[in-house]
């Protein structure tokens, strides 16, 4: 079914790097959402004033945010492929992850709003018989509820994954939270249809736990699309699929200090340092660094920039001091990585420079990394200065 209305509805629909091709997927989710929650909205809000249920009333407008949130979402698509403009000269597609976090605050309002209502009527309780027919029209909508929004969970879960869109994850949670709320509301209605009277509120007691779980659902939303906004790390197998690229071109030696700035869930700028030999041809090398960056940006849709490192390979002093560096910041901890290695030679004192990469749980601090190379490198003589720029992974190892 997912399939059929995808082919049916977009055209190149299996083309979902391209940005007209998302926004597509994405405005037939939010079209299809707002078309069931008003629909469910309509007949819950209609049975739930017949059945005097507070529950279903409550879904009722739980279905009604619903359907705002799609509208939503529907507006965030259209904004996020808006071309770059002056103001916005990377483009509009981070709207989308606003989109999803407009989505999460609604989610939790509901949710609150259904705490309140739900201990009001624990403390306030006052039975009131159902009428049976009015009962079982109430159960029968409810089911079919849960069966819409089960297949909402799944359509959008599933289009959210191939777009990489938070806005429709966090719709296809929402849509999930919807079935666990119906769910237990239907569970409800049965019980108080045949248990009657038992003393308390059945339907305030699920209430109360329906949108506790809503809330923590609603919290936990905000944090998957506020990630991305604040800046969030790569993925270590894309950034190793890219780097296993660019070593393919033979005037490469190494990569490193990759930093990757995602402007949207397609929108990438990246740079990297390439070592190349320091002896090589310089134009002959420009030209190959031009060749992998377009490349990158064909393949990918990876706005690339490359750092050239001259590498002398034929210093056999400096290879052996890279070997000590390297062998000395493995028995502090195998994850130390270094880079950039040079000695800047001078009459009186030469000046070891280079990079160290530190993961972030680490311990100690960078001045007594460098006093520990010192001894080393040293051995208690005034052998060389050490100069070290300390980085962070950028690359999510996880």
Same mark, same amino acid.
Request: proline letters at 2%; a negative charge; one cysteine or more.
């Given at each position: 079914?997912?399939?059929y209305?995808?082919?049916?509805?977009?055209? =190149?629909?299996?083309n979902?790097n391209?940005?007209?091709?998302?926004? #597509?997927?994405?405005?037939? #989710?939010?079209?299809?959402?707002?078309?069931?929650?008003l629909?469910l909205?309509?007949?819950?809000?209609?049975?739930?004033?017949? +059945?005097?249920?507070?529950?279903?009333?409550?879904?009722? @407008?739980?279905?009604?945010?619903?359907?705002?949130?799609?509208?939503?979402?529907l507006?965030?698509?259209?904004?996020?492929n808006?071309?770059?403009?002056?103001?916005?000269?990377? /483009?509009?597609?981070?709207?989308?992850? &606003?989109?999803?976090l407009?989505?999460?605050?609604?989610?939790?309002?509901v949710?609150? +709003?259904? $705490?309140?209502?739900?201990? =009001?009527?624990i403390? %306030?309780?006052?039975y009131v018989? $159902? %009428?049976?027919y009015?009962?079982?029209?109430?159960i029968?909508? *409810?089911?079919?509820?849960?069966l819409i929004?089960?297949?909402?969970t799944?359509? %959008?879960?599933?289009?959210?994954?191939?777009?990489?869109?938070?806005?429709?994850?966090?719709?296809?949670?929402?849509?999930?939270?919807?079935? @666990?709320?119906?769910?237990?509301?239907?569970?409800?209605?049965?019980?108080i249809?045949?248990?009657?009277?038992?003393?308390?509120? &059945?339907?305030?007691?699920? /209430?109360? $736990?329906?949108?506790?779980?809503?809330?923590?659902?609603?919290?936990?939303?905000?944090k998957?699309?506020?990630?991305? *906004?604040?800046?969030? +790390?790569?993925?270590?197998?894309?950034?190793?699929? &890219? @780097?296993?690229?660019?070593?393919?071109?033979?005037?490469?030696?190494?990569?490193?200090?990759?930093?990757?700035?995602?402007?949207?869930?397609?929108?990438?700028?990246?740079?990297?340092?390439?070592?190349v030999?320091?002896?090589?041809?310089?134009?002959?090398?420009?030209? #190959?660094?031009?060749?992998?960056?377009q490349? @990158?940006?064909?393949?990918?849709?990876?706005? $690339?920039?490359?750092?050239?490192?001259p590498?002398?390979?034929?210093?056999?002093?400096l290879?052996?001091?890279?070997?000590?560096?390297?062998?000395?910041?493995?028995?502090?901890?195998?994850?130390?990585?270094?880079?950039?290695?040079?000695?800047?030679r001078?009459?009186s004192?030469?000046?070891?420079?280079?990079?160290?990469?530190?993961?972030?749980?680490?311990?100690?601090?960078?001045?007594?990394?460098?006093?520990?190379?010192?001894?080393?490198?040293?051995?208690?003589? =005034?052998?060389?200065?050490?100069?070290?720029?300390?980085?962070?992974?950028?690359?999510?190892?996880e």
């Amino acid at each position: 079914m997912i399939n059929y209305l995808r082919k049916k509805f977009i055209k =190149d629909y299996q083309n979902i790097n391209n940005q007209n091709v998302r926004e #597509a997927h994405g405005k037939l #989710a939010a079209i299809l959402g707002i078309m069931c929650n008003l629909f469910l909205f309509l007949t819950k809000l209609v049975v739930g004033l017949l +059945s005097k249920s507070l529950s279903i009333v409550a879904d009722s @407008i739980n279905n009604l945010s619903d359907m705002g949130s799609s509208v939503v979402t529907l507006v965030g698509f259209h904004m996020a492929n808006k071309p770059a403009d002056k103001e916005h000269p990377f /483009g509009h597609e981070r709207m989308e992850y &606003i989109a999803g976090l407009v989505v999460a605050i609604i989610i939790i309002f509901v949710g609150g +709003s259904l $705490l309140f209502s739900s201990v =009001d009527k624990i403390i %306030n309780y006052e039975y009131v018989e $159902l %009428n049976a027919y009015i009962a079982w029209i109430s159960i029968g909508i *409810l089911f079919l509820s849960i069966l819409i929004k089960t297949w909402q969970t799944m359509f %959008n879960k599933k289009i959210g994954k191939l777009i990489d869109s938070v806005a429709l994850e966090a719709t296809s949670c929402d849509s999930r939270n919807d079935v @666990i709320a119906t769910s237990v509301i239907l569970i409800g209605t049965l019980l108080i249809l045949f248990l009657k009277d038992v003393g308390f509120s &059945i339907d305030g007691i699920l /209430g109360v $736990l329906v949108s506790l779980f809503i809330i923590f659902s609603g919290i936990k939303t905000i944090k998957e699309t506020m990630d991305p *906004l604040i800046g969030s +790390s790569i993925s270590k197998e894309y950034i190793e699929d &890219i @780097i296993s690229n660019i070593k393919s071109n033979e005037v490469v030696l190494g990569v490193h200090d990759i930093l990757c700035h995602m402007y949207g869930p397609t929108k990438c700028f990246m740079t990297a340092h390439v070592e190349v030999d320091a002896k090589g041809d310089i134009i002959k090398i420009h030209d #190959a660094i031009d060749e992998i960056e377009q490349t @990158i940006k064909d393949k990918y849709g990876v706005m $690339l920039t490359i750092h050239m490192d001259p590498v002398v390979l034929d210093d056999d002093n400096l290879n052996r001091l890279k070997e000590v560096i390297g062998v000395a910041l493995k028995q502090l901890d195998e994850n130390l990585t270094f880079h950039d290695f040079r000695i800047v030679r001078k009459s009186s004192k030469s000046t070891l420079i280079f990079d160290i990469v530190i993961p972030y749980d680490f311990k100690l601090k960078p001045n007594e990394i460098t006093q520990y190379l010192d001894k080393i490198v040293n051995d208690g003589e =005034d052998k060389y200065n050490i100069l070290i720029n300390y980085d962070h992974q950028y690359i999510n190892e996880e």
